[in-house]
């Protein structure tokens, strides 16, 4: 058919009738081989597709239905025509096309025209319902003013008049038929917008539309762009924008980057080499200058990005936390890793609230309200990176104890209730609060973190800046060749990309000889803590390294978590606890545990030295035998400190005297 033979004032009928012969002639298999919960996807690709398209814009997925169901009942004779109109009159239909647009290179030109793009859904109302086949009848009574009327294409009734009395007919809410309809913000992908800012419209969804929308999903779409134009907005001539959406096509891995046949046999030569490991993690972020403790730092990041195993309940991402001076290159690492993962965000605490983390309640200019999603679940399967995490407000930075366990994301206020799923890796970065690190003092002193938030991190790291002449004089000359020459790497981000997209999807096993390795590890470290207390290590610890072993594996393509992946593991563990100042080898640790503060240290020491001098029967304790066994800790309780102390828990009553000596209340 060519564009001649095609007019823009034909009926309907007569658009269905053309529609109906050009799919006999090219899709007529496709279409006959149609069963009612089938999905035909129209590609619009052909030139006279995409005319019959642009004609019709707005009906055209109706109206495609219908020719596909007039092609089914003149070639299925075994179905009576009722029945095909019947099992067949909610057919789901997508289109399809490979051209589309940014949202930022819209023109004004594409209002009231069909355009196609990608997209992130950030935001969905309530389910709602519009009528689309109305029941009228007249006021009157009157028999001749009872009908049946479809809604146009902009899902608006008509005002009709009854033809016996001219009064105006009313519509019978019970007798009406309803269709799905839902509000909908879409936001342009990152990567797409222009200069980090973009753009974001209403949208308006339909029919099958509603349950193929969640938020976080990345999809196509094909809608319309339309004005809304009424009394007020005609006042000054100022409109706003809506998108009423045709078609949503899921965007989630076909966009992804794939290693050929030729490049996957050689990166799987590759990774068995000994080598493989840290040649790979060379190239992320060529530019920071690894010594031995950035270069354990990046390996951990390739291994976060990987991921690990969910099995069941439990998850497979793993959550880090680099924490640190200023200047040790802890954001470069985090922004490098949102190059090379597609579906990541990355946002700074300093800016971020707990409403950009999860979930927000946003008000729109019409004064509805809707759920926005934040960074979380819009990077579900997908990784969140977080610089400066202990700027952010501490009742904000508590919406992260959900996500980073039950990875899910809750809000419940101003009419909406709502779960999101947040299946996100997150790796965060923060500095010591008093801007340098203090090897004296305690994990939780160092850093305006809660414990129950620093426990929920697989693996955290401590960068200091330490001096050193030959270390500086190294970082020097290679902060220098940065600016003569782009640091090169064997791997490109591209490279990485194609690996990580291709690794992600393994599901290796682990061995018995891994699991009981790991086993006798974790049991080690718990006794090396300090006299068996404190644990440097908890279960959550133990999962975390579960979950490096398995990244491990799955990094040089095995199918089997080993013996070789649990050392790798383990031995990333090791040197990121050394990195506070744990030695597994002595059990001395400087900075106790991340749970506890200098005080907490003070306060267990204490009735710790309180039970020891206790008399087992009367459950008192001599005052000079207290004080001459705490002032043996003189580096933590000096006799004046102690004194003010005693006497602080005696006036609170805490302490009292009795005939055998004082009593602990």
């Known amino acids: 058919m060519s564009s001649e033979d095609f007019e823009s004032n034909v009926t309907d009928e007569q658009f269905i009738e053309q529609l109906q012969n050009y799919l006999e002639e090219h899709f007529?298999?496709?279409?006959?081989?149609?069963?009612?919960?089938?999905?035909?996807?129209?590609?619009?690709?052909?030139?006279?597709?995409?005319?019959?398209?642009?004609?019709?814009a707005d009906g055209f997925i109706p109206l495609l239905r219908r020719a596909i169901i007039n092609i089914l009942i003149d070639n299925i004779p075994t179905m009576s025509e009722e029945r095909i109109k019947k099992e067949f009159v909610n057919l789901n239909i997508k289109l399809s096309t490979e051209t589309n647009l940014t949202l930022s290179d819209t023109q004004a030109e594409s209002v009231n025209s069909p355009i196609v793009f990608n997209c992130v859904i950030t935001g969905l109302n309530p389910r709602e319902v519009y009528i689309y086949r109305a029941n009228y009848r007249c006021p009157m009574g009157h028999p001749e003013g009872e009908m049946n009327v479809d809604c146009n294409n902009k899902r608006e009734l008509p005002s009709l008049e009854c033809v016996d009395c001219g009064e105006k007919l009313q519509i019978v809410p019970d007798k009406s038929l309803y269709k799905y309809l839902q509000r909908a913000t879409l936001q342009e992908p990152p990567e797409e917008s222009k200069e980090g800012n973009p753009l974001e419209y209403d949208a308006i969804?339909?029919?099958?539309?509603?349950?193929?929308?969640?938020?976080?999903?990345r999809k196509e779409i094909i809608g319309i762009l339309r004005p809304l134009v009424d009394k007020k907005s005609l006042v000054?001539?100022?409109?706003?924008?809506?998108?009423?959406?045709?078609?949503?096509?899921?965007?989630?891995?076909?966009?992804?980057?794939?290693?050929?046949?030729?490049?996957?046999?050689?990166?799987?030569?590759?990774?068995?080499?000994?080598?493989?490991?840290?040649?790979?993690?060379?190239?992320?972020?060529?530019?920071?200058?690894?010594?031995?403790?950035?270069?354990?730092?990046?390996?951990?990041?390739?291994?976060?990005?990987?991921?690990?195993?969910?099995?069941?309940?439990?998850?497979?991402?793993?959550?880090?936390?680099?924490?640190?001076?200023?200047?040790?290159?802890?954001?470069?690492?985090?922004?490098?890793?949102t190059k090379v993962i597609r579906k990541s965000m990355y946002t700074s605490g300093r800016g971020a609230s707990a409403a950009g983390i999860t979930i927000g309640i946003v008000k729109r200019p019409d004064g509805t309200s809707i759920a926005q999603a934040g960074i979380l679940p819009l990077c579900d399967n997908g990784f969140a990176f977080i610089d400066e995490l202990d700027k952010m407000n501490p009742n904000d930075r508590s919406g992260l104890h959900e996500a980073m366990e039950q990875q899910t994301v809750s809000v419940a206020k101003a009419g909406h209730?709502?779960?999101l799923p947040a299946r996100t890796a997150i790796i965060a970065a923060a500095n010591p609060k008093n801007g340098k690190w203090v090897e004296e003092a305690t994990v939780v002193d160092n850093i305006n973190l809660m414990p129950t938030l620093l426990s929920r991190f697989d693996i955290k790291w401590c960068i200091k800046d330490i001096i050193s002449r030959g270390g500086d004089e190294l970082k020097a000359d290679h902060i220098l060749g940065t600016y003569s020459d782009e640091e090169e790497a064997r791997y490109s981000i591209d490279d990485l990309m194609k690996l990580l997209n291709h690794v992600r999807k393994l599901k290796p096993v682990m061995t018995q000889d891994a699991m009981k390795h790991l086993k006798e590890f974790f049991i080690l470290i718990r006794q090396k803590s300090i006299e068996g207390e404190q644990a440097i290590i908890d279960f959550r610890g133990f999962e975390g390294l579960i979950r490096l072993s398995y990244a491990h594996a799955k990094l040089h393509f095995k199918n089997k978590v080993e013996l070789e992946d649990v050392n790798a593991a383990v031995g990333l563990y090791e040197a990121?606890?050394?990195?506070?100042?744990?030695?597994?080898?002595?059990?001395?640790?400087?900075?106790?545990?991340?749970?506890?503060?200098?005080?907490?240290?003070?306060?267990?020491?204490?009735?710790?030295?309180?039970?020891?001098?206790?008399?087992?029967?009367?459950?008192?304790?001599?005052?000079?035998?207290?004080?001459?066994?705490?002032?043996?800790?003189?580096k933590i309780w000096s006799e004046h400190k102690a004194e003010q102390f005693w006497n602080k828990l005696h006036k609170e009553g805490k302490l009292l005297m009795t005939k055998n000596g004082w009593k602990r209340v």
């Open 236 to 337: 000054d001539n100022k409109h706003k924008l809506i998108i009423d959406v045709k078609s949503i096509n899921d965007l989630e891995g076909h966009d992804e980057l794939k290693f050929d046949d030729d490049e996957l046999e050689k990166i799987k030569l590759e990774a068995q080499s000994k080598n493989f490991f840290t040649n790979i993690s060379k190239s992320f972020a060529p530019e920071v200058f690894a010594d031995d403790l950035l270069m354990d730092v990046k390996k951990t990041m390739m291994l976060c990005l990987v991921g690990g195993m969910k099995v069941g309940n439990k998850r497979g991402d793993i959550n880090i936390l680099l924490l640190g001076d200023p200047s040790m290159a802890k954001s470069t690492l985090l922004k490098f890793a």
């Open 576 to 634: 990121s606890l050394s990195s506070f100042g744990f030695d597994l080898k002595s059990g001395n640790v400087q900075n106790k545990t991340f749970e506890q503060s200098d005080r907490d240290n003070q306060i267990e020491l204490w009735w710790k030295v309180w039970r020891k001098v206790q008399d087992d029967d009367t459950k008192t304790v001599n005052e000079r035998d207290f004080f001459d066994e705490i002032l043996q800790y003189d």
């Open 417 to 419: 209730n709502m779960t």
């Open 28 to 56: 007529f298999q496709q279409v006959i081989s149609l069963v009612p919960t089938s999905t035909y996807i129209q590609s619009l690709e052909a030139v006279e597709m995409h005319e019959f398209f642009m004609k019709r």
């Open 205 to 217: 969804l339909s029919d099958l539309q509603v349950g193929d929308a969640t938020v976080g999903n």
